[in-house]
């Protein structure tokens, strides 16, 4: 871990915090991924390790400062800050952009997705039966989560807090989307409301899930990483890949409901090719628009990795 950037690299990781976060408004799209994309994953599940209780020992043997350099203090803030002044405010934009301009957005994060696939293999130095198996079980694992059925569930306090748990340990995996799990939960809508209205008692329910899972799920993590580093980065790279199903730009809607709010949410859809899109919408697919977005997503990405610091070691 780094404790020694200048306040220009910091910016830079609130940056990368920005695009987690705007990332993560997206049903489909993972933070971790730009993340990884953008070199700081390793560094950043191993400082959430560090906030566990060796962080006590060390606050309470050497001292406040001691454990600020313990946790990589510094780095969590200046991600974190950017994570949460873009759920704040760009977020805003891709929602109002999956609304109006779904198949559009769709290709980019498409595009960008595909190229974050390569991001994550090719670290991978040896491709053994093993590993093959580990990056097919990601696939078909993440392919299964992206067709399930969403549902609809009452806010109450502990199901906000347990859909934090799970939204939070979905955002830090690659591939995941944790604002697509709150979707299968039926809580996507609530909680972007709440952000939006400043609903601070449901958000602090949400936030202190958040750091439950965090603190936890990091650990096993970054005992995998440590143990089963190549293993790990295949099956992660299988999330991503099988995570395309859900971001493909053209579905069609077969079944919808009510949320709480009265509004018609997506439930069951099929994707299908363009032109099949175009004749059941009876509206243009953009095909030539998203394929420049789509390719635009894939420079991000070649952007991203020229940009990112190589991964810190565990």
Request: net charge positive; aromatic share 10%.
């Amino acid at each position: 871990m780094s404790n020694n950037r200048t306040v220009s690299e910091y910016l830079g990781v609130s940056a990368r915090g920005a695009l987690m976060g705007a990332a993560d408004a997206v049903p489909g799209v993972s933070g971790g991924t730009i993340a990884f994309m953008t070199g700081i994953y390793e560094e950043l599940i191993t400082s959430l390790k560090q906030c566990g209780p060796s962080a006590i020992q060390v606050l309470v043997k050497q001292g406040i400062k001691a454990t600020w350099s313990h946790i990589n203090g510094t780095f969590l803030v200046a991600l974190f800050a950017g994570v949460l002044i873009s759920l704040a405010s760009v977020s805003r934009l891709v929602v109002y952009l999956l609304h109006t301009y779904p198949e559009l957005l769709w290709a980019f994060f498409f595009g960008l997705i595909v190229a974050g696939v390569w991001s994550v293999v090719r670290h991978i130095e040896k491709w053994s039966l093993g590993v093959i198996a580990a990056f097919v079980i990601g696939t078909i694992t993440a392919y299964l989560v992206t067709t399930i059925t969403p549902t609809n569930i009452e806010s109450t306090p502990l199901i906000v807090f347990a859909s934090g748990m799970l939204a939070i340990c979905a955002m830090i995996l690659p591939g995941i989307s944790g604002s697509f799990i709150l979707l299968l939960l039926g809580m996507y809508g609530p909680m972007m409301n709440a952000l939006k209205e400043f609903q601070f008692l449901t958000l602090s329910y949400f936030a202190l899930g958040c750091v439950t899972g965090l603190l936890s799920f990091s650990h096993v993590l970054s005992w995998m990483f440590k143990h089963h580093k190549t293993l790990t980065l295949a099956l992660l790279g299988g999330f991503m890949l099988g995570s395309l199903n859900k971001v493909w730009p053209w579905k069609l809607t077969l079944e919808t409901m009510l949320d709480r709010h009265g509004n018609v949410v997506p439930v069951v859809q099929q994707n299908v090719l363009p032109n099949t899109f175009e004749q059941a919408m009876q509206q243009p697919a953009y095909l030539g628009l998203a394929l420049t977005l789509a390719l635009l997503g894939v420079g991000m990405v070649w952007l991203l990795e020229k940009l990112g610091t190589p991964s810190k070691a565990l």
